[in-house]
């Protein structure tokens, strides 16, 4: 059967992670001098933006964790090739490393702040850089697709579809 909508259960998901993901980020100020404070056993559970982004990098894991079990197990439609071999493979290994990040990032960052770990926390850092340049590269993809290329690739993860999802 061809699939040309991704499921509405993986189109929830997929958006739900970007929120997560830009929230996260954008309350994230000052998080270097909480951590450092955390490692100095300074109390900083009374700090607004340290508790959320600690507690929203927890709660990623389990929504990235459940994506990638639904994404494995669920129907998905056909990429939309280039005609450009090499465009389909920088496509596929964005993909693929998006979801190692969405798995790695927070997972450095847990280990760094409940284990009072300093390096973790440099690598936390490291590698959300990494994977907001990927995050960015996704962003102008799915904007050339859709607005030059025009071949409606947003309507696949859209969760406004009134049409019946396959």
Not at 6 to 14: A, D, N, T, V, W
Request: charged share 15%; glycine share 8%; hydrophobic share 50%.
């Amino acid at each position: 059967m061809n699939v040309k909508h991704y499921s509405k259960g993986l189109s929830l998901l997929h958006w739900l992670v970007a929120i997560m993901f830009a929230a996260s980020y954008i309350i994230s100020d000052g998080m270097p001098k909480y951590f450092d404070q955390h490692l100095e056993n300074i109390d900083v559970s009374g700090q607004w933006v340290a508790n959320f982004h600690v507690y929203a990098g927890l709660a990623f894991i389990a929504v990235v964790l459940i994506r990638l079990i639904v994404r494995l197990t669920s129907q998905k439609p056909e990429p939309i090739g280039s005609a450009d071999s090499r465009l389909n493979k920088i496509a596929t290994g964005t993909h693929h490393l998006l979801y190692l990040l969405m798995f790695l990032v927070p997972v450095a960052g847990v280990i760094g702040w409940y284990e009072k770990i300093t390096i973790f926390g440099d690598i936390h850092v490291l590698l959300m850089n990494l994977m907001l340049g990927l995050v960015g590269l996704h962003i102008a993809a799915a904007i050339y697709h859709q607005w030059v290329l025009k071949d409606g690739i947003l309507s696949r993860i859209s969760l406004l579809k009134s049409e019946k999802r396959n």
